[in-house]
């Protein structure tokens, strides 16, 4: 099964029988309020909203909305929120997390806290999955925005993260492109060395449940004719569900180029902890802010 655009991703999760709760850490912010609501009104997620509770229940009243005052938890600092947050996870009251006004690192700080966090064995890692207009279907771009330099082991796990979310939607094996400059492995690009032992480590049944190719360059994974104009030959080529990228700053860079160029669509989370988190950035609009927190509800294990 292959998702062809976040219309069949929303269509997904109205099918589900399974309404997931979000904690909203800082929740006062109009953009995050507005994705809240619409996915509430939509049916689709049960949201409890942490932060300045005065600030929350203005905007929702501006908003002419009706929410449960019991639903809004009233903390005095950012901090105070993203404890809340996961303190909630750490209690079963609540599914999968969602950044609202505050510092990514006030968030990630308790996330990672070593008593009472969500960290697991894994990397933690960015997936944001795209709807681009020019592509037959959705394709997740990693890592993007967490881990900045990756060694071969934490590509593995980055990879491993992403598939998992692949699984999560009712994929059975996603098609994975480790994306370098070139599709020869040479010594002094360290990314095809890497994309190549990667490929080896799938094909030995170290990494599962995927089918992984590389180095191969982003021209040939996209376009099948420049695939066989080169005498490539992969079932990723044309075909791919994951870009794994070389470093943070070309998932970030290939991400927004992606959205601000060829009018993209993105939702994107932070995978690898016990929960998935919701963490657009602060300029994010509101349909991004929905469409993450739709892929969130579906990632939930």
């Known amino acids: 099964m292959e998702l ?36 509430r009104s939509d049916n689709l997620i049960d949201p409890v909203l942490i932060g300045d509770k005065i600030g929350i229940m203005t905007m929702l009243n501006d908003m002419k909305v009706h929410f449960d005052k019991n639903a809004i938890i009233h903390t005095h600092s950012d901090s105070e929120s993203a404890s809340k947050a996961v303190e909630l996870i750490n209690n079963n009251k609540a599914d999968f997390i969602m950044k609202g006004k505050l510092q990514t690192s ?3 700080k308790e996330v990672v806290n070593t008593e009472k966090g969500l960290r697991t064995d894994n990397v933690m890692s960015h997936v944001a999955i795209l709807e681009i207009p020019s592509y037959h279907k959705l394709i997740a771009v990693t890592d993007g925005g967490m881990v900045m330099y990756p060694t071969l082991q934490e590509k593995k796990q980055i990879i491993e993260n992403a598939v998992d979310v692949f699984l999560s939607l009712g994929y059975l094996n996603p098609k994975v492109a480790v994306l370098a400059a070139v599709e020869s492995v040479n010594q002094k690009m360290p990314e095809t060395v890497d994309a190549d032992l990667l490929t080896k480590m799938c094909t030995s049944g170290e990494i599962e449940s995927c089918i992984i190719c590389g180095p191969i360059s982003y021209d040939l994974t996209m376009n099948k004719e420049s695939a066989i104009i080169k005498g490539y ?23 927004k180029a992606l959205i601000e160029s060829a009018k993209g669509k993105m939702a994107g989370m932070i995978v690898g902890a016990r929960v998935p988190i919701v963490l657009t950035s602060r300029g994010a ?3 991004e802010k929905y469409l993450s927190l739709i892929l969130a509800a579906l990632a939930v294990n």
Not at 10 to 36: F, P, Q, Y
Request: aromatic share 2%.
């Open 4 to 39: 062809r655009s976040f219309e069949d991703l929303v269509s997904k999760v109205k099918n589900s029988s399974s309404i997931r709760k979000v904690a909203v850490a800082a929740a006062h912010d109009e953009h995050t309020l507005e994705a809240i609501l619409k996915a």
């Open 285 to 287: 609009t509101t349909e």
């Open 233 to 255: 030959s992969s079932p990723v080529v044309g075909d791919a569900d994951i870009l794994m990228v070389p470093n943070i700053t070309t998932g970030n860079i290939l991400s």
């Open 106 to 108: 006030d968030l990630l």
